[in-house]
Each structure stands twice: as structure tokens, then as C-alpha cells.
């Protein structure tokens, strides 16, 4: 039998025994808090200093842009590098006696201007001295990437009410060519895009293309009158929260998820095309789109020279195949003139009649550009990633030619990404450590 100093030793060993257990538990969750508000505020700190940077390369892309303009000036015109499997450069050469300008020169060489916007390596040489001095702050990756907005379609069009321009063409049953009741210029780009959905494979039947324009149309038109599968604001009052169509040009691309006929669509597409689990995403409907100002200037041409062959397929008279021909051709040897246009579509269509359209919604120079920059900053294996896409207008008739930054976004990934893929472009800086 114990004795009670035995009892009384036991008991306060014991108490001993929880309190240290208790100092212990504090002062490990202390700790531990102390480590995650360490971690939470490092995160913080580098998610502010990737967006800097990120603002920073903006700006870098806007100079980059002005800069080319002005070693060309007001005559410039844009394009993408040279296809990657093709053994031409940018930088080939030909005479008038196979492109005229579009005043009556003598014959005269043209070379084509080397683009630091649409070219890696030089896109390289301007961006990693920058780079380099951010190293210390464990930067991993930095990728910066820029894209001709004008060589795809510009949703807002579907707005435009204006009469399209037909000329006096014979026997031609074309939409546009009714001398009765003529079509609206927004009636032309929704057969555009009614051809780019249909010939582009998003397993999307007749009926589904065309309700996908009825409920865009219904969205951008300003009455709450419906198209034979559209959807106006009644159909949106049941939502949660209730909104109503926009009544007007859309802002941002990113509206179009509101869309009925966009919400049963994943973001982006999952798996492969031949598995069953294969979903399509926004991001293959909205590869070929974009919004710009219904106010900008020359906002309905389509820039030949950057256009990918999705976009070319779509233009009247013009068909899959001649559409693939004429895009290798200007991909090898860009145009770099509205008249050299007209020339080299007379090896496609010959009725001169026939290549109205051209002078109206082809051109070779573009005023709205975009930007994809991706920075990754961190430590060991731990990243904090920042994706933001950039909306930029270039002033085109007169130096400086000034960049002006129409819109920020910070994306989940490259909505241009499939189309680059496509196109074989080379117009992305991309620096990645992998230590």
C-alpha cells in the first residue's frame, strides 16, 4: 500500500507530465503557425512580384510593338514568321512584276522587314536582359507571347447593320449577291462563322451551329425580339442571380460564357477526341473569336497575312483546298500591300467581280494585338504562377504610333494556344528553369 507522499509524488509527476505535454502542443502549433503564415506571406510576396513583372513584360510587348511600326511606317504591314517546316525566311524577296503596289512605282524589290513581336529570337533579345535580373527572386519560368487580334473573327461584326456593297454579278444564287433586299455586313460575318464552326470538327451538327449564332445574336442585337433558336433576357430572369442580355457589343470574349448555348460546355476541352470521355471546352469554339470595338477603325478586316487557315476557309468562293494553297503561299511570302491582295487572289478566283469582298475585309496591317504572359516564381518545389492576357490598340497613320492597353485579364490558360499549335507559330519568348 502506498504511502501518501508516494500518492502525492505520482500525482504531481503526473500533472508535470500534461503541463509539458501542453507547453509541447502550444508551442508546436505555435510554430507551425508562425511556418504557415511564413508560407502564406512568401506566397503573397510572390504573386505580387509575378504580377509586376507581368505588368512590366506588357509594357516591354507594347514597345516592341511601336518600335515596328515606326521602322516601317505608315506602309507597314504584319505577319507571322515563315512556317516552321519550310526552309524560307521572313526575310524573302520578290518584285512588282509579281505583287504591284498600290501606287504605280517603277518595279522594285521588296524585303520583308524582320517582326521582333512574331519572332522568338528576337522577342528573346529584348526580354531576357530583363529576365536575368529577376533571377534572385527564383523565378522559373517566364513566357511571353504575341498575337494578331485582327487575323481572326471579331464577334462585335455580327452587329454591324450597314448594307454590304454587291456588285453586278449575273447567275450567282451567293446570299450576298441579292440585288433585292440586300444583306446587312452582320449577315455576312455570321455565315463566316457559321462556315468556321461547321468545317472546323467541334462535332457540333447543323442545328447546334445555328443555334449557337441565334443566341449570340440575341445577345448582342438591342431588341428582346427572338431568332428561331435564340435566347433573349426572359430566359436569363430565372438564373441565380438573374441577369439580361447585353443588348450591345460585348467587352470581353469572357461574356460569352453567359450564353446559353456556351454553359453546357466545360471550359476547356478533357481528353482525347477518340476516347469516350472526351468533352468539348470553350477553348476550341472560342480559338477563331475575339471582341473588339465596334468604333475602331478598319474593325471589320480580317489581316490576310496572319489569318490561319480556319479563318481563310471561311471567305466566299474560296474552297478547302485553294484555302490551304493560298495560306502556304502567304505564309512563305507575306503581302505587303492591299493591291498584292487582289493579285494573288486572281490565282484563285478569276471573276474579278467575285473579289469585291476583298477590298473591304482583307487588309495586311493590324491594329489590335494580345499578349499571353506566364511567370512562375518560387523555391524549391513550391510555384506561384500568374497568367495574364493583354488587350492592346496601335495607332496606325502617324508616329509614334502609340500602344494603348484596352484590356487586362487574368487568365487559367492561353486561350490562343490551340491556334499557335495549328499555325506552327514561333512568336513566344518561353524560358523555363528546371532546376
Partial sequence: MLSPDHKSSGIALITVMIVVAAVSATASWLLYSQNLDTTRMARVLEKEQAVLLALSLEQIAAGILEEDRQEQGEQGYDYYAALADENTTSTNSFTDDDVSSDNDEDAQEYEHPQQSWSDAEQLAEKIAPLIGRF???????????????????????????????????QNDNDFFDVRENPRKVGDWYAERFKELYLREDLDLSDAEVIEFL????????????????????ADYSFAQPPYRTANGPIASINELYLINAFQEFPLKSVGQPDNSDFELGMDRILTYVVALPTDAPYRRRININTAPLAVLTTLPYISASSAEDLYRDIRETPLPNRKAIDNLLKEYISDEEKRWWHKAYLDVQSRFFATYIELSIGRGQSRTTTRMQSLFYREALESPYKVYVLERHYVGYNPYEIMAEKMNLNNCYNDEKHS
Fill in 135 to 169: 533571377e534572385s527572386i527564383g523565378l522559373k519560368k517566364t513566357k511571353l507571347c504575341i498575337y494578331d487580334l485582327q487575323a481572326i473573327l471579331n464577334i462585335n461584326n455580327l452587329l454591324d447593320t450597314e448594307s454590304l456593297k454587291i456588285p453586278n454579278l
Fill in 214 to 233: 441565334d443566341n449570340i445574336q440575341d445577345w448582342l442585337d438591342d431588341d428582346d425580339d427572338y431568332r428561331s433558336k435564340g435566347a433573349e433576357s
